[in-house]
């Protein structure tokens, strides 16, 4: 007779209930990890797509995706004179809120007759950069001068509709899919000189306190917020040098030394020169350090709760069958016997946990507003964890069994 499955029998609702706990334990933990795969990989994304072998960004930063990076638009153009140097193009990428009109909803500027998007603004070197490398799902790349953007579905827009963006409407020619930033937040497509434009452009508001800021400096009360000068463009904008973008891109010629082309950039001294690998290592590992230890502290949490309720459990089952147990060692059982039916019981626990995960993950996860990314890899770790973690959970109802003499049943 095998106790464990007696004793799971006979408290079967107690058994199934802890289980589902340690399920929902474990299933937490998996979405808060799936939730940094999903952070990294759209952070990546992006990085990776446009296809770059260098980054020439503003000295003395690491580029665009860890702190701000403001370099001239004209570097692109220098970098295409380095031998070796294949193409060049301008990268910019702005996040901004976007006010659009509810279609349907009448034209007066009400309440309710427009919507709040966060989006980030992707600028497209165009034509040297027709987007080609885009995924489109419909539609068609950008093909006019100004005027034209191509929309990641996550934004909401359909083919044809118009986006205000600064004092002009954008057009959406093309719809991609997956193409977020590292918020989540859907990528508009531009061409860069229009991503420019519209991150100069200034609220009719903010120009009328950059006037009385002006004039009050004029009259020598002081700046009422000094940031509103009207004489210092917004970032990204114009100044002396001309207008500045985040990063200019640079890709190798076959054959071409990397170690030359990247030693003749740096060697200008206004720019720093990445890898795409090392812009790669300065999002994960940089940028998204902390946030890692956070989910592997949460995780870890997660995981030893799951083995302390595996280990309650097991300990309370043991304890309710002393008498069982003595018995048995009073008719010549080996401790192996004993061991082995509350390891058995331990790991139906982790087993039973595991199933109910999986079922959790595919009931919550859908729901969940930023998709989460469950590598295979991770999920075999979890389960391989876990199940570590019950046999180890299980050392305390083997101890408890083992100072149960046979004497005992005779009590």
């Known amino acids: 007779m095998n106790l464990a499955i007696r004793d799971i029998r006979h408290s079967a609702f107690r058994f199934v209930f802890a289980a589902l706990g340690v399920g929902l334990l474990v299933t937490a933990s998996s979405i808060m990890l799936g939730l940094y795969r999903r952070i990294i990989a759209d952070g990546l994304h992006v990085m990776q797509a446009v296809g770059a072998d260098f980054w020439i960004v503003q000295a003395s930063t690491r ?58 603004m992707l600028g497209l070197d165009w034509p040297a950069d027709t987007g080609a490398w885009l995924p489109l799902v419909g539609g068609r790349h950008i093909a006019a001068g100004h005027y034209e953007a191509v929309a990641d579905a996550s934004l909401g827009f359909a083919l044809g509709d118009s986006v205000p963006l600064g004092r002009d409407w954008y057009h959406v020619v093309g719809l991609t899919e997956g193409l977020v930033d590292l918020n989540g937040d859907g990528v508009l497509v531009l061409r860069v000189a229009d991503v420019l434009a519209v991150q100069q452009t200034r ?35 114009t100044s002396a040098g001309g207008p500045t973008v985040a990063a200019a891109l640079v890709t190798l010629a076959p054959g ?22 090392e812009e790669e290592d300065v999002l994960v590992n940089g940028r998204l350090a902390r946030l890692r230890v956070q989910i592997l502290l949460f995780t870890t949490i997660l ?109």
């Open 63 to 120: 580029g665009p995706f860890a702190e701000s990076s403001d370099v001239p638009a004209t570097l692109a153009d220098r970098a295409l004179g380095v031998p070796g140097v294949a193409r060049s193009r301008q990268f910019v990428l702005v996040s901004r809120q976007i006010e659009v009109p509810v279609a349907g909803a009448p034209a007066d500027g009400g309440p309710g007759t427009t919507r709040q998007l966060r989006a980030s």
């Open 203 to 237: 609220t009719s508001d903010e120009v009328l306190e950059a006037r009385a800021t002006q004039a009050g400096r004029a009259a020598g009360t002081g700046p009422a917020r000094p940031g509103l000068n009207p004489l210092q463009p917004p970032p990204g904008g």
């Open 256 to 277: 071409a030394d990397s170690g030359r082309v990247r030693a003749a950039i740096a060697g200008w001294g206004s720019a720093a020169v990445l890898s795409t690998a």
């Open 303 to 411: 995981m030893v709760i799951a083995a302390v309720v595996i280990a309650i459990l097991v300990y309370m089952q043991t304890v309710e069958k002393l008498h069982e147990i003595a018995l048995l060692k009073l008719i010549g059982a080996r401790n192996a016997v004993i061991l082995g039916m509350i390891v058995q019981q331990a790991l139906a626990m982790g087993v039973l946990a595991l199933v109910g995960a999986v079922g959790l993950a595919r009931l919550l996860i859908p729901h969940f507003p930023r998709p989460v990314l469950i590598l295979p890899r991770d999920a075999a770790t979890q389960a391989a964890l876990l199940l570590l973690l019950a046999l180890l959970a299980s050392l305390a109802g083997i101890a408890r069994a083992l100072r149960v003499r046979a004497q005992e049943v005779l009590a």
